[in-house]
């Protein structure tokens, strides 16, 4: 599977952006599909993961309640919803997928990465 992230900008605290992920490749709609992010002299941060069939999504806790993935297995797409952005979401955002939920949830071992977009959140 092929990852490629888009959607990433300058944005205020209090706005929003919305991220897209384009999977080519393997069948996408058999792999979950998450996002992390990295800050700047940080280490990368598990933010949100969804099943392959959409019926399971889980966040981290510092965006829960702003955030909101889906993905469009026709399209072969995978989107987050980015809401009420502060200056700590600033980062590189990576689009991941692999056949496991709980691998992306834990960071262990996740089959495919795509190159990162970055958001910048002003204040």
């Known amino acids: 599977v092929q990852l490629q992230a888009s959607g990433g900008g300058l944005v205020q605290a209090g706005g929003s952006l919305r991220l897209s992920c384009a999977a080519s490749g393997r069948p996408f709609s058999s792999y979950a599909a998450g996002w992390y992010r990295q800050a700047p002299g940080k280490e990368r941060e598990y933010v949100a993961v969804?099943?392959?069939?959409?019926?399971?999504?889980h966040y981290a806790d510092s965006v829960k309640g702003r955030f909101t993935i889906s993905r469009d297995n026709a399209k072969n797409t995978v989107t987050l919803q980015m809401n009420t952005l502060k200056p700590q979401d600033t980062a590189v955002y990576y689009c991941?997928?692999?056949?496991?939920?709980?691998?992306?949830?834990?960071?262990?071992?996740?089959?495919?990465w795509g190159q990162g977009t970055l958001v910048t959140v002003s204040s």
């Open positions: 969804i099943s392959w069939s959409s019926d399971f999504t």
């Open positions: 991941v997928s692999d056949l496991s939920v709980v691998k992306i949830q834990k960071s262990y071992d996740i089959e495919y």
